[in-house]
């Protein structure tokens, strides 16, 4: 019997066990840039030499999938994945809105004055945060408050 019950332990509860903590073990959250180039070009592989795919603008946010020398493999807010020279890259805090026509407010608060609307896909600098909402800059120097769910 003791035989019988270490071999099903063996063969069959075991390997469950490892599944399970692999699954369950939580994945490294991945590494959050953002372009701080004018325009930034994204291409089909790790190389000058690869097509370009589409181009981003400056504070646009990336999470860094893969690293190969100078290039790094990155995936959008969209799930777009395609590959960026490092030094186009920097260490800056962005957001990209998910919403068509998104307000962007004198104030955090949804009383506050409409400064300017703005489309799906418009990427900002992050300059602080208050509650939900998230005072932002865009690359050619307008600021105001955006509220933090029309934003990734």
């Known amino acids: 019997m003791k035989n019988n019950f270490a071999q099903h332990l063996l063969k ?20 959050r840039l953002a372009v701080k180039a004018a325009i930034a070009n994204l291409r089909s592989g790790p ?20 690293k190969k020398k100078n290039w790094y493999k990155i995936k959008d807010f ?13 260490k800056i805090n962005g957001v990209i809105t998910t919403k068509t026509k998104c307000n962007v407010r004198s104030k955090p608060d949804k009383k506050g004055k409409i400064l300017f609307t703005v489309e799906r896909g418009v990427p900002f600098k992050v300059l602080k945060r208050n509650g939900n909402w998230v005072r932002i800059e865009h690359a050619d120097g307008e600021i105001g408050w955006i509220y933090n769910r029309l934003v990734w």
């Not at 069959?12 to 590494?31: D, F, G, K, N």
């Not at 030499?49 to 946010?61: A, I, N, R, S, T």
């Open 12 to 31: 069959y509860i075991l390997p469950a066990v490892v599944l399970m903590l692999v699954v369950a073990t939580p994945v490294v959250a991945a590494e």
């Open 47 to 66: 190389g000058s030499k690869y097509e370009v795919l589409w181009q981003v603008e400056k504070f646009h946010p990336l999470l860094i999938i893969e």
């Open 78 to 90: 969209e799930g777009d994945m395609a590959w960026i020279h490092r030094s186009l890259l920097g």
